[in-house]
Antibody, heavy 128, light 107 residues
Framework: EVQLVESGGGLVQPGGSLRLSCAAT????????LHWVRQAPGKGLEHISG????????FYADSVKDRFTISRDNSKSTVYLQLGSLRTEDTATYYC?????????????????????WGQGTPVIVSS | DIQLTQSPSFLSASVGDRVTITCRPS??????LAWYQQKPGKAPKLLIY???TLESGVPSRFSGSESGAEFTLTISSLQPEDSATYFC?????????FGPGTKVEIK
């Protein structure tokens, strides 16, 4: 079964740090880019970070740039998100998800992009 | 960033009704658009990718389409288990932004 399982969330004070982990099973981890999406309580979804399959390219949303760091260990099938200089507005459930890049019919393959699967999410609460 | 405008933000419909949700991007997204369903306390679930391709295992009452600069998610016959919030997402340009969501309630 293809699965992503996040861990590492919790309560942290403003200015603090936290490292989130996302362990993958059921697919060739080193073949896929992985991304993080967060959702503040009662709010929508925000794409905040991503990393290519071999780690040579990373993406950060402006809201987390220079504070969060994404990394991966393909030998452990795990992607990490290091959260630093945390603010109350970083309070959210953090999801990791896999980026898919093509689909195939009987006739041919097509390039496209979508997020699937998603982990169950790990909550981060930034509060004093 | 590409902004996605979803409408309506809320809808209430009866079992068996045909329901349509629209998503309009502020810029071209090619057909790199996906739809997700999210129930309270759960992770989003993929329904549609590439604007109109139904994810494996998703009921056929869900469909996606594209017309001009507008994308549509249709539920042909609303079921009780479809009560959820639905999000569109563009994956053409970083960040891969999401629409604000449409909450679907069963009357």
């Amino acid at each position: 079964e293809v699965q992503l399982v996040e861990s590492g969330g919790g309560l942290v004070q403003p200015g603090g740090s936290l490292r989130l982990s996302c362990a993958a099973t059921g697919f060739p981890f080193s073949a896929y880019a992985l991304h993080w999406v967060r959702q503040a309580p009662g709010k929508g979804l925000e794409h905040i970070s991503g990393i290519t399959n071999n780690g040579d390219f990373t993406f950060y949303a402006d809201s987390v740039k220079d504070r969060f760091t994404i990394s991966r260990d393909n030998s452990k099938s795990t992607v990490y998100l290091q959260l630093g200089s945390l603010r109350t507005e970083d309070t959210a459930t953090y999801y990791c998800t896999r980026l898919n890049t093509q689909y195939c019919t009987a006739a041919r393959c097509f390039a496209s992009f979508w997020f699937d699967p998603w982990g169950q999410g790990t909550p981060v609460i930034v509060s004093s | 960033d590409i902004q996605l405008t979803q409408s309506p933000s809320f809808l209430s419909a009866s079992v068996g009704d045909r329901v349509t949700i629209t998503c309009r991007p502020s810029q071209d997204t090619a057909s790199f658009l996906a739809w997700y369903q999210q129930k309270p306390g759960k992770a989003p679930k993929l329904l549609i990718y590439a604007a109109s391709t139904l994810e494996s295992g998703v009921p056929s009452r869900f469909s996606g389409s594209e017309s001009g600069a507008e994308f549509t998610l249709t539920i042909s016959s609303l079921q009780p288990e479809d009560s959820a919030t639905y999000f569109c997402q563009q994956l053409n340009v970083y960040p891969f932004t999401f629409g604000p969501g449409t909450k679907v309630e069963i009357k």
